[in-house]
């Protein structure tokens, strides 16, 4: 691949645009002065063609020079362009001065002095304006690629934001829970063909929730509250009379939206580290109620409580539980964060959420941190 072709094409297209700018300037002034100051002395014409073509390749230089600035800090940049306008108006001022001057004979230094002179009038600012203009274009051109690549990045950060969610998800069945199930359809198997077949279909059920509540978009409650309820089901098969499972949700609220599986974790925990290690089990229950900041959601569990960590097997992190916590407050800010309270005989996990109409799935700083992790 040839140099050329490594250039991007708005660079390529805004060249163009400059030089034929350029040549209907150059065009009409040659041709003016080829009328009225120099009539019928087609060097004049000649001259106007020589100086249009230098302006060319300088303005092809300025863009290459431009690129190479742009790397360091403002200040060497500042300076690199004074020192540019500089030298290019030493270039195109001597070139002026040969072709209008110097193959006319006058070649002296008195001469260069008194043309050099009249130059530095208004008549320097066209070869000042060339090479701002240039470089102003230059800038404005990085400026939206800058503003283009941001966007670009963005669009991807919202891309990983919704792979995230949907491994966060997947994560949230846990590969033991599976493992478990299938235990015990296994069993069921032998003994209740008709249990078996009901199980397989509630996992179904969970499995087939899980995989399509990855869109990042809300879910109606009533679904959530059908999700959590197969998942114990499943759990009570396992568990048994050991596991309670009691709802309480007021009327009403069935309607709103929430994030999908985002009782799931909570829940989990209660059977995993609350009832599931206590000789005699226990309850779980789950409170929906409408309070005056928006939804308040509580699960509560009579197991062990505080004294949940002697029968811990050291590897679990609290992932589902952080995880929860930060889909809650990357949707609906800080203050719907969860709220954990340890006791004696059981744990309570609760947190608040604002009813959102129109809800559009959003990066924020703390998923993009998530993302990061």
Request: glycine share 6%; net charge neutral; aromatic share 16%.
């Amino acid at each position: 691949m040839s140099l050329f072709d490594k250039i991007p094409k708005v660079y390529k297209t805004a060249y163009m645009l400059i030089c034929l700018w350029y040549a209907a300037n150059y065009t009409l002034s040659s041709i003016i002065e080829w009328q009225v100051f120099r009539p019928y002395n087609t060097d004049a014409l000649w001259n106007g063609l020589y100086m249009f073509e230098a302006l060319c390749i300088f303005i092809g230089l300025t863009f290459f020079y431009a690129y190479w600035l742009v790397r360091y800090k403002l200040v060497f940049q500042i300076t690199g362009h004074i020192i540019g306008l500089s030298v290019y108006f030493m270039a195109m001022s001597y070139l002026s001065y040969y072709f209008d001057y110097f193959l006319d004979g006058l070649v002296f230094f008195d001469d260069w002095k008194e043309y050099m002179l009249n130059l530095l009038s208004w008549d320097a600012m066209r070869f000042y304006d060339q090479y701002i203009i240039t470089v102003a274009i230059f800038y404005v051109i990085r400026y939206f690629e800058y503003t283009q690549r941001k966007e670009q990045e963005k669009s991807q950060l919202a891309l990983k934001n919704k792979e995230m969610q949907l491994a966060l998800l997947k994560s949230q069945i846990n590969p033991h829970f599976l493992f478990n199930t299938l235990n015990s359809i296994s069993m069921l198997i032998s003994s209740s063909k008709e249990k078996a077949r009901k199980v397989i279909t509630q996992l179904s059920d969970v499995f087939r929730y899980a995989l399509d509540s990855h869109s990042g978009e809300l879910v109606k409650l009533v679904h959530e509250l059908e999700f959590i309820e197969n998942y114990i089901k499943i759990q009570q098969v396992r568990f048994g009379t050991r596991l309670k499972y009691v709802v309480e949700v007021e009327p009403g609220c069935t309607s709103l939206e929430v994030p999908p599986m985002i009782l799931q974790p909570l829940v989990e925990n209660s059977v995993k580290y609350g009832i599931g290690p206590k000789d005699d089990g226990g309850t779980i229950n789950l409170i929906i109620k409408r309070v005056e900041d928006g939804i308040y959601f509580e699960v509560t569990d009579d197991g062990l409580g505080k004294n949940a960590s002697k029968v811990l097997d050291g590897k679990s992190t609290g992932v589902g539980l952080k995880n929860s916590n930060r889909r809650l407050m990357s949707i609906f800010g800080r203050r719907a964060g969860l709220k954990i309270e340890a006791r004696e005989d059981g744990y309570t996990v609760k947190f608040v959420i604002p009813v959102i109409k129109n809800y559009e799935p959003a990066v924020t700083k703390e998923v993009a941190e998530l993302i990061e992790h």
